[in-house]
């Protein structure tokens, strides 16, 4: 079944704790990427990657790191956490030469950081 | 970076009633879609649609590029389409992919 999966689903850490969600996708997509979920304000880019060791900067990147060493995963890394970075977290992949074609979402990890 | 409104910002509708769901942006885009997040959270992609109309049962979507809206065509409402829509939207000139959400329409449908 093709798919994008994250883990943790949930997690409640406390501040300054290193942290890292991993996103995992079966469907061989070079595209993936990184958002936050927050009431009112929908879903913010963090982090995409075109490919294997390619890395951008997306709305919201401040606090958070990225790897993409294999195509299949793309881990968000919180070196810090803090309060302020409590949210959902959405991973999402699609076929990069098809960057204009849907995007495949994971169900989501959401953080609490106290 | 381009800017995305969405109206209205939440909807009530009776179960059979029709709606439309309005997308704004603020600059060209090629890349265009709705998604769907359901009560459980889930967000599943609807259509990518950077211009044209397009249709998939119940729902369809027009998208006039050349004065930068979308609109989410509901017909026939069901109580499953209850639920958050966004739209997101995203032009790759200069290499850019990044993908801008609007803020979404709460839609509960009541029975």
């Known amino acids: 079944e093709a798919q994008v999966t994250q883990n943790p689903r949930y997690l409640i850490t406390v501040t300054g704790k290193k942290l890292t969600v991993t996103c995992s996708q079966n469907m061989n997509h070079e595209y993936m990427s990184w958002y936050r979920q927050d009431p009112g304000l929908g879903l913010r880019q963090i982090y995409y990657?075109?490919?294997?060791?390619?890395?951008d900067k997306g709305d919201v990147p401040e606090g958070y790191k990225v790897s993409r060493k294999e195509k299949r995963n793309f881990p968000l890394i919180l070196e810090s956490p803090s309060p302020n970075q409590t949210s959902l977290y959405f991973c999402a992949s699609s076929p990069a030469g098809q960057w204009f074609q849907p995007q495949h979402f994971g169900d989501g990890t959401r953080l609490s950081i106290l | 970076g381009i800017q995305v409104e969405q109206s209205p910002p939440d909807l009530i509708l009776q179960e059979g009633a029709n709606s439309t769901l309005r997308c704004n942006f603020s600059?060209?885009?090629?890349?265009l879609q709705w998604f769907h997040q359901n009560p459980w959270g889930q967000l599943i992609n609807l259509f990518y649609i950077p211009s044209g109309t397009k249709q998939n049962g119940r729902l369809s979507a027009t998208t006039v590029a050349t004065e930068r809206y979308s609109l989410l065509y509901i017909s026939s409402s069901q109580t499953t389409d209850s639920g958050v829509y966004f739209c997101a939207v995203g032009n790759s000139g200069g290499s850019n992919y990044k993908l801008t959400f609007g803020k979404g329409t709460l839609l509960t449908v009541n029975p």
């Open positions: 600059d060209s885009v090629n890349n």
């Open positions: 990657s075109m490919n294997v060791e390619v890395t």
